[in-house]
Nanobody, 124 residues
Framework: QVQLVESGGGLVQAGGSLRLSCAASRPTFTRDILGWFRQAPGKEREFVAAISWSHGSTYYTDSVKGRFTISRDNAKNTVTVYLQMNSLKPEDTAVYYC???????????????WGQGTQVTVSS
């Protein structure tokens, strides 16, 4: 069982920045892909970005390219993925979820484990 713990959400003005973190205990981490999804009120959950833990390959949805950066950190006992979000827009407002999966894809069916979500609110 992979447990994912997110942090870093909050309220920010348009044009500002936030960094989200997602940590998984290394002994339980059995998936190569860590990704971020988001869900705005009244909308379906959508893919944001993902990274391959072993290769470092990344994949972004078009709407965040050039503004968001996904990265990973390989500490002794913890696997951590970050989402640096710059030039935030009100339309980025959503609950952001970390997920662990088996393929570098936007399709959430390939992701098996999910965090509890963290709220990001961008004011205009």
């Amino acid at each position: 069982q992979v447990q994912l713990v997110e942090s870093g959400g909050g309220l920010v003005q348009a044009g500002g920045s936030l960094r989200l973190s997602c940590a998984a205990s290394r002994p339980t981490f059995t998936r190569d892909i860590l990704g971020w999804f988001r869900q705005a009120p009244g909308k379906e959950r959508e893919f944001v970005a993902a990274i391959s833990w072993s290769h470092g390959s990344t994949y972004y949805t078009d709407s965040v390219k050039g503004r968001f950066t996904i990265s990973r950190d390989n500490a002794k006992n913890t696997v951590t993925v970050y989402l640096q979000m710059n030039s935030l827009k009100p339309e980025d407002t959503a609950v952001y979820y970390c997920a662990a999966g088996r393929a570098l894809t936007y399709d959430d069916r390939w992701y098996d484990y999910w965090g509890q979500g963290t709220q990001v609110t961008v004011s205009s």
